[in-house]
C-alpha cells in the first residue's frame, strides 16, 4: 500500500541530514569540500528517514490547519492522552496515568532538564556504552560526571555487565541511570529477564532512572517491546521517555512523551518547563496513533528486508565485517575493527573515499572503536548504492594495505 521505494528529494528543506552533517560530523562549516557534490552523498547518519511521514499524519495536520487561528496550544483535550495511553496499552500492555504524562519539544531537552532537576552538582549519571552521544552531553551540560558501564560484546550481540553496572549503581554519588530501551547504536531489545535484573540493580540503589524508549516502535517483527515501567510498575523514581518523532518520521514537529510518576519531579517540571506545544504537532501525533498502525507495520517489515539485504550484502563483499541484524532500530552496528586502526576517524574516510555520510565509532562516547552505524531506512536502491560505496572503498583501502605490506 506504502511505497518505501520512492526518492523524495529534501533538498532546501533545512533538514539536518541534508545540511547539518558538516557541522554535527565533522565541527566545521560550509568551506569544508569533498570529492562530491552534497547531493551525491548518501546519507546515511542522522536517525530520520527518507521515507515520506504517513498520509493520515500529514490529513491529521491539514485538518487542524483549517482551524485557522493557532495561538498558545497545550494538550487539554482527553482524546491526545487516550490516543497515546490507548497505542501504549495495545502494543505494549502498559500504560499510565494521564496526570503523569508531560510534554517536550524532545527527548534531548528533557534529559537536559531532569538530570538537572533529579542529580545534585556532585552526583554522576550512569548509562550503558557504546550509547548515543546525548546521554553523555546531558550530563556535561550540568556539570555532572558520568559513569559508563560498557555493555559486552559477544560476537556482535551485546549483552550489559550486570556486574559491572552493579557495582558502579553501588556508588551513593551515582544516582541517576539513563536507560536505553531499546538500545542505540547496538540495536539490542532488553528481554525480560535482563529487565528483571535491571530493576533489581535500580531498587537495591534506590537510583532514579530515565527509560529512554524511543526506538520502542521500531523494532524487528519478530521482537517484543517490554516498558521498564511493566517491570517495576510501583517504583516511584522511573521516568520514561517515548516519542512519535522517531516512529512516524516526524522529529521535525518536535513532540515528545515524559511520563514521570514521581509528583514531586513532576512538579518541578511543570514549574520551570515552558509548557506549551505546537497544536500542528499535537494534531500530527494524534492521527498517528489513531491512525498510523497500518503503515507503521509495512515499514516494519520493509526496514527488516533491508536489514537482510544488508547482511547478505555484507557478507558477500566485506567477509571481515561483523554485523548481527539489530532486533530494534533502523540503525545498523558494524564492526569494521578488522580494516581499520582503532583511532581512525571512519567518518572522515567513508565521506571522502565513498562518498556515504555515516557516524563513526568514536561518536558513542566508548567501547566503540573500529565501529560504523549505518542509517537503514532509506529506499532499497538508496542502501544498495550506499552499501556499493562502502565495500568498494574499504576493499581497494585493504589491498593499499596489503600491497604497502608486501613492498616494505
Ligand atoms: C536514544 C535516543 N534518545 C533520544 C533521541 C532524540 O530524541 P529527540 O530529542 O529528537 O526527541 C534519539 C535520537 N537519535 C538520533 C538522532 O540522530 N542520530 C541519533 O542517533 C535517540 O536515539
Redesign the pocket.
Known amino acids: 500500500m506504502y511505497n518505501f521505494d520512492e526518492i523524495i528529494d529534501r533538498r532546501h528543506t533545512n533538514a539536518m541530514n541534508t545540511d547539518g552533517f558538516r557541522n554535527y560530523i565533522f565541527h566545521a562549516d560550509e568551506t569544508m569540500t569533498f570529492p562530491y557534490k552534497d547531493e551525491e552523498f548518501i546519507r546515511m547518519?542522522?536517525?530520520?528517514m527518507e521515507f515520506a511521514t504517513p498520509d493520515v499524519v500529514i490529513d491529521g495536520i491539514k485538518e487542524r490547519l483549517e482551524k485557522r487561528i493557532f495561538g498558545y496550544t497545550r494538550v487539554f483535550e482527553n482524546s491526545y492522552y487516550e490516543a497515546f495511553a490507548n497505542w501504549c496499552m495495545k502494543r505494549y500492555g502498559w500504560t499510565f496515568d494521564k496526570n503523569q504524562l508531560v510534554m517536550?519539544?524532545?527527548?534531548?531537552?528533557?534529559?537536559y532538564e531532569l538530570v538537572d532537576y533529579i542529580c545534585k552538582e556532585d552526583e554522576k549519571v550512569l548509562f550503558l556504552t557504546p550509547s548515543?552521544a546525548?546521554?553523555k552531553y546531558a550530563a556535561d551540560f550540568n556539570h555532572r560526571k558520568s559513569v559508563c558501564s560498557n555493555l559486552i560484546n559477544e560476537d556482535g550481540y551485546y549483552t550489559i555487565d550486570f556486574e559491572d553496572l552493579e557495582r558502579k549503581a553501588a556508588d551513593d554519588k551515582t544516582t541517576l541511570f539513563i536507560f536505553?530501551n531499546p538500545h542505540?547504536?547496538t540495536g539490542r531489545v532488553w528481554k525480560e529477564d535482563e529487565l528483571k535484573k535491571i530493576g533489581r540493580i535500580i531498587k537495591r540503589h534506590q537510583l532514579w532512572v530515565i527509560s529512554?524508549e524511543?526506538?520502542c516502535d521500531l523494532i524487528r517483527l519478530n521482537q517484543t517491546h517490554i516498558p521498564l515501567g511493566k517491570i517495576m510498575p510501583d517504583y516511584k523514581k522511573l521516568v520514561t521517555?517515548m516519542?512519535p518523532?522517531?516512529t512516524f518520521n516526524m522529529?521535525g514537529l518536535?513532540l515528545?512523551h515524559i511520563i514521570i510518576r514521581e509528583e514531586s519531579l513532576r512538579e518541578i517540571w511543570l514549574n520551570r518547563h515552558y509548557n506549551f506545544d505546537n497544536p500542528l504537532s499535537i494534531a500530527a501525533a494524534q492521527a498517528a496513533y489513531e491512525k498510523g498502525e497500518i503503515w507503521l507495520e509495512e515499514l516494519r517489515a520493509y526496514l527488516d528486508e533491508n536489514f537482510r539485504f544488508t547482511q547478505e550484502y555484507l557478507l558477500q563483499n566485506l567477509p571481515k565485517a561483523k554485523f548481527k541484524v539489530s532486533e530494534a532500530?533502523y540503525?545498523a552496528w558494524v564492526d569494521l575493527s578488522s580494516y581499520f586502526e582503532k583511532d581512525e576517524n571512519l567518518s572522515l574516510f567513508f565521506a571522502y573515499r565513498a562518498g556515504v555520510l555515516l557516524?563513526g565509532g568514536d561518536m558513542f562516547v566508548q567501547n566503540s572503536d573500529g565501529f560504523i552505524?549505518l542509517n537503514l531506512a532509506c529506499p532499497k536502491s538508496v542502501l544498495e548504492e550506499g552499501l556499493r560505496r562502502i565495500c568498494e572503498a574499504v576493499n581497494t583501502k585493504h589491498n593499499e594495505d596489503t600491497s604497502d605490506q608486501n613492498i616494505n
Open positions: 547518519w542522522v536517525a530520520d517536550s519539544n524532545g527527548i534531548i531537552p528533557a534529559l548515543y546525548y546521554f536505553c542505540n547504536p529512554d524511543i526506538h521517555c516519542a518523532s522517531k522529529a518536535m515528545s532500530t540503525l557516524e552505524r
